[in-house]
Nanobody, 117 residues
Framework: QVQLVESGGGLVQPGGSLRLSCAASGIAFRLYTMRWYRQAPGKERELVAAVTSGGSRNYADSVKGRFTISRDNAENTVYLQMNSLKPEDTAVYYC???????????WGQGTQVTVSS
């Protein structure tokens, strides 16, 4: 059974930092593209960052230069380092795993990030 468990969300002031973690189990983690999505109230879920099995990374324009995605295949964990946070980064952040070649996809339960003074 696939499990993706996010942690690290919380309340932070504008300009602050948070590090999200997503621990995966039940999958051959190293073979999966791992992604972070977010969904703000009243908005559609959007892709924030992704890292492929080969280590290639891409980011939404809105977070480039502020967020960094990384993965630790030994720990089956993907991270999202978020710096210079803005109120518009407030959302529920979701971890996603994707085995592209097989079309296998799973989601975590989400972790709330609130950026407010």
């Amino acid at each position: 059974q696939v499990q993706l468990v996010e942690s690290g969300g919380g309340l932070v002031q504008p300009g602050g930092s948070l590090r999200l973690s997503c621990a995966a189990s039940g999958i051959a983690f190293r073979l999966y593209t791992m992604r972070w999505y977010r969904q703000a109230p009243g908005k559609e879920r959007e892709l924030v960052a992704a890292v492929t099995s080969g280590g290639s990374r891409n980011y939404a324009d809105s977070v480039k230069g502020r967020f960094t995605i990384s993965r630790d295949n030994a720990e089956n964990t993907v991270y999202l380092q978020m710096n210079s946070l803005k109120p518009e980064d407030t959302a529920v952040y979701y971890c996603n795993s994707l085995r592209v070649i097989l079309g296998l996809e799973s989601w975590g339960q989400g972790t709330q990030v609130t950026v407010s003074s």
